[in-house]
């Protein structure tokens, strides 16, 4: 079920603040399905590591949410995807990839 902006971004920086770290430390995306992103195209390995993903009511509303962490200094891609209606963060880790 999506969330609105403002809890998602509610969620993420609770998260981020929670796990500490500076933002440029922790990525920030959209995808389609953001768990398999996060496994396979960013080797995040759960337990491991931390992050999240929440599902935004559009791709603009998703793209909107990474640019608002990417301009604080996250890493990642705030462009908008089609399809690419969640939103995920991690913190970088020596074996995630950004």
């Given amino acids: 079920m999506s969330k609105s902006k403002s809890e ?3 969620d993420f920086q ?4 929670k ?11 959209t ?8 496994f396979n195209v960013h080797k ?11 599902e935004a009511e559009s791709e603009m509303q998703a793209a909107a949410i990474a640019e608002f962490f ?20 991690y913190r970088m880790s020596p074996n995630t990839k950004p």
């Fill in 31 to 38: 995808a389609p399905d953001a768990k398999t992103q996060l």
């Fill in 8 to 10: 998602i971004l509610n």
């Fill in 70 to 89: 990417t301009d604080l200094g996250a890493k990642g891609d705030d462009s908008v995807k089609r399809d690419a209606d969640q939103v995920y963060a």
């Fill in 19 to 29: 796990y500490g770290g500076k933002y440029k430390e922790w990525c920030v995306g």
């Fill in 44 to 54: 995040f390995k759960n337990g491991a590591d931390k992050g999240l993903f929440r």
């Fill in 14 to 17: 609770e998260f981020m603040a």
